[in-house]
DNA sequence: AGGCTTATGTTCAAGGCCTAAACAAACCTG
DNA sequence: CAGGTTTGTTTAGGCCTTGAACATAAGCCT
């Protein structure tokens, strides 16, 4: 009962992005004054919140002690191995980055306990870092670019990094200096996702579904329902990329036919333009989303060509997610976040011409509001929306 | 907290399917005897449970009193307007069917408002039957063939039966003897997967996330994770039949190509081994999957090639969902369920072969273990479970 | 400036519900 | 028939919410 009610009133300070009194906690959420006063006072012992001063009211009245997110309460850790660069952030509880690490890189062929512990130590690094600001680690997340059984499951298989069968979070663990925190571990595609659903402030009660598109190499994805996300039973939905666009398309890597990812992955755009694919993303050289760009904005035919076919391959898949789940948005993010230009017209006509319900609402689609960042963010957004979502036992940990 | 303390208490009852007693129901929720005890006296004074008798230990005790879900509490209609029938149900909260009327006819050139009369009429009928039996009327669930705005909201579409844009609850409420409850509507295919969610009871925790295809006359589905219902944004999640399995397929009705319908519909399904497709699937005649499964039996060549195409399709389709939203099974009903024996290699085969993650975990795909009648069923449980699921409002009402 | 109005936040008694422990009931075993 | 065991109830205690009164701190009006 306290800890529901203790979340609910945690929340209507999360959600306000302008600071909100013990009356407004009280009248949004049905309570008494009293009781929300009460509900704050723990918040407030348990350094989650803290009063930001008297603001005026329009029409008299005694001024509101407005009450914010703590910046320096509990924060999360965010990690993400990739296949080009391995990045860390430390995210307080209001939302904001308040350190980061980023290290660029091939990480292909490099083992995994090295990629891992090169990950350990610019983690121990940003750690030592959050301590000296104040802040509290209440846990961090990995995120990985394949399939992991989240969120403390072994990774079965990240094909871009060649891994395989690996217990992360174990090899994570064992690596000195590694701050003592809870860990856990998601697709990268889930936690850009979760970084999209925080990105643009809602109401509380809104429901938000919404698909979130994620492509580097692969085309992943990540699915909100009702602001959750949807990790299926194995913390493996989201397989966009794999989707069959065409029964009997060109072979894919993963053993079909006609996967989504044939038509529009960044290597099928380079090499349906007629440019050789680079190997990954590398930040030496000129990445392949690079590539695309520059070539598009140059009104190259038949790179225009590619991103039209690439953009109505990515809309028939999307119109049949759409037509599964009925979303309110699609959300292009990762590398089609910078196609959009050239491909959201296509997407938006295939989703038009497929989807049974658009003549009487169509969803949106749009681009991610992010950068290539998204995953870190979401994945340190996850750790500090855990807190948030049950502040009852970060109060208890706080106490004991 | 005593509303969600009585809904832990009532749903130990409703999962276990042998009596349970006070004491079982407070070591499995974690509360005091004590306090089970008090919710038990509760549900048991709002007429929800009823005592059952004593129950002998094994090895020496006490007896347990065994606590069963009452049979005269309260009770949920369901209401089923189709195509080539109308269909009423009265179900206990104990999940027993204790009424139905059925009436067959050809609905689909019938105006929309004597179709509802009828129904309503029906209704009015079992409800009367209800009462004789002592059961309280809890609510009424409508299950369409269309689009529609669940839980209240107007129809949009109903293809088959030649509806549009109508506020069926608005005019089954005006038919005259309707008993006064509240009343939902929802697409069938929902409904179907909700019948389908209960009629194998499991753990009270388990997550059950599966995919119920519900085809007749289209193809539709309904969409279950974690034990919920996905009903989308608007209701209309589920659109199985629109998905697209090969862009520049045949054109379908809804204006796009290559829909699922067009290759594993019953129309198509006709249309490839030869026949002429029946209209309809009137009770008078013979229906259109009869002529199939009649012919199938015979193991007419093109038949069974048609029934492998159309599986093939279906396999294709249910791939994506699956890579989507990992899900643990795959469930064939209405027309498929019936022909299960004839595509279900067809449609293993095409998720074996394009589900990502397949090689590691395989999803469950099996035929529905009910009859036509899913969507019926589902309506009226969707009532019961709403009783189930908030006894604490229904204890209200009783007290009221 | 002083009183009136308005709104916030706190204090305090009352009641609801859960917990823990003791107690009564009912059956089996030897 | 006594001892053991398990169920269900009773009773005292404590936590938390409620509702109302009260104190605080402004703006507004004369």
Chains 1, 2 share one sequence.
Request: net charge negative; hydrophobic share 45%.
């Amino acid at each position: 009962m306290r800890e529901h009610n203790l979340a609910l009133a945690l929340r209507e300070i999360a959600f306000a992005h302008t600071p909100v009194s013990r009356a407004d906690i009280a009248s949004a959420t049905g309570l008494t004054r009293a009781t929300a006063s009460s509900l704050v006072d723990a918040l407030v012992g348990a350094g989650l919140v803290v009063e930001s001063g008297p603001t005026a009211r329009p029409r008299g009245g005694r001024p509101a002690t407005g009450l914010v997110l703590s910046s320096t309460g509990p924060a999360g850790i965010g990690i993400e191995v990739n296949v080009d660069y391995v990045a860390v952030c430390v995210m307080d509880l209001a939302g904001v980055v308040r350190h980061r690490r980023i290290e660029g890189g091939d990480w292909r062929d490099v083992p995994a306990p090295e990629a891992l512990a090169r990950a350990a130590s610019l983690t121990a690094d940003v750690a030592r870092s959050a301590r000296r600001s104040g802040l509290r680690l209440a846990g961090a997340a990995l995120a990985v670019p394949g399939l992991v059984q989240a969120p403390y499951g072994p990774l079965q298989l990240a094909p871009n990094l060649g891994w395989q069968d690996l217990d992360v979070l174990a090899v994570l663990r064992d690596a000195p200096d590694l701050p003592a925190v809870p860990l856990t571990v998601d697709n990268e595609a889930n936690f850009a996702a979760l970084a999209e659903l925080y990105a643009a402030p809602a109401e509380p009660g809104a429901p938000r579904s919404f698909l979130h598109v994620s492509g580097e190499i692969g085309i992943g994805s990540g699915i909100v329902l009702n602001g959750a996300l949807v990790r299926g039973r194995h913390g493996w939905s989201g397989e966009l990329g794999h989707l069959t666009v065409s029964p009997d398309g060109p072979d894919c890597t993963c053993g079909s036919r006609g996967c989504l990812e044939q038509y529009a992955g960044l290597d099928a755009i380079l090499r349906a333009a007629g440019l050789p694919a680079p190997r990954g993303t590398s930040l030496g050289g000129v990445s392949a989303v690079e590539r695309i760009v520059e070539t598009a904005k140059t009104a190259d035919p038949s790179m225009l060509a590619a991103l039209e076919s690439a953009g109505t391959a990515l809309g028939v898949a999307l119109a049949g997610a759409l037509n599964l789940l009925d979303l309110d948005a699609v959300v292009l993010g990762g590398a089609y976040a910078r196609l959009a230009p050239w491909i959201l017209e296509f997407v938006e006509q295939e989703i038009g011409g497929r989807l049974l319900s658009a003549p009487w609402s169509a969803p949106q689609v749009r681009a991610s509001l992010l950068q290539a960042d998204a995953a870190v963010l979401g994945a340190a957004r996850s750790v500090v929306q855990g807190v948030v979502d049950d502040p009852a036992s970060w109060v208890a940990r706080v106490g004991a």
